[in-house]
């Protein structure tokens, strides 16, 4: 399966999780929490959604970009996988977080005056 990722550290990850669970009536897709180190929140968007966008700054669009190597930690679908967890597990295949909803949200709780535009790699 391939996918893209946008990286959120810490508890504005989590607050974005949240805001995302809230918009999406509960079931917002795939976001994966990591519970060491930067404790990153991975927000599984749909291939290639993520390049040339305005991603603000603090949200790290992560993906496959020409010249470009991405690491997405994921974890197991079920038992014991500490530091990571599924904060919403995949529910069905091909189910992703909607991008443009994400990057709305993210700008909107990490603020418009911290958007950073990243050129695109074409």
Do not use: K
């Amino acid at each position: 399966m391939q996918f893209d990722a946008v990286r959120v550290d810490g508890e504005e990850g989590r607050r974005l999780a949240l805001l995302m669970e809230a918009i999406a009536g509960g079931e917002p897709g795939p976001v994966v929490t990591e519970a060491n180190g930067r404790r990153a929140v991975y927000f599984l968007v749909p291939d290639g959604s993520t390049e040339g966008r305005p991603w603000p700054a603090g949200a790290t669009p992560l993906n496959a970009a020409a010249g470009r190597i991405s690491y997405v930690p994921i974890p197991a679908l079920s038992g014991r996988t500490w530091p990571l967890a599924w904060h919403f597990p995949p529910t069905t295949p091909g189910r992703f977080v909607h991008t443009l909803l994400l990057l709305h949200a993210a700008t909107a709780l990490l603020g418009w005056s911290r958007v950073v535009s990243r050129p695109s790699c074409t």
